[in-house]
């Protein structure tokens, strides 16, 4: 079991900018690390991810105002987001790959971020 201590979340206006951390109760086998996002009645989407060899992947929409990077452990991760609009508007979910004999994902409690005027 993974345990996480996220933060970060919170309230913006649009064209504004948080920050989100991540800790990972593990580094052991962890492969990636990543954000994901859930509004109700949607399914949840891949925000970006990173990997232990600073690999990253994000998703198409958010590049260019995205940032993934990682903290000086490998088991903790940032997402700073810049020029918030009102759609990313969302819980953010930090997520883990372990990777032993199996791959295993694990799941935050995610953060809540509003965007709104």
């Known amino acids: 079991q993974v345990n996480f201590v996220e933060s970060g979340g919170g309230w913006a206006q649009p064209g504004g900018s948080l920050k989100l951390s991540c800790t990972a109760s593990?580094?052991?086998?962890?492969?990636?690390m990543g954000w994901y996002r859930q509004v109700p009645g949607k399914q949840r989407e891949l925000v970006a991810t990173?990997?232990?060899?600073?690999?990253?992947n994000y998703d198409l929409d958010i590049k260019d105002r995205f940032t993934i990077s990682r903290g000086k452990t490998k088991n903790t991760v940032y997402l700073q987001m810049n020029d918030l609009r009102l759609e990313d508007t969302a819980v953010y979910v930090c997520n883990a790959v372990v990777l032993d004999r199996y791959r295993n994902d694990y799941w935050g409690q995610g953060t809540q971020v509003t965007v709104s005027l």
């Open positions: 990173i990997t232990s060899q600073y690999s990253t």
């Open positions: 593990t580094s052991l086998n962890l492969h990636s």
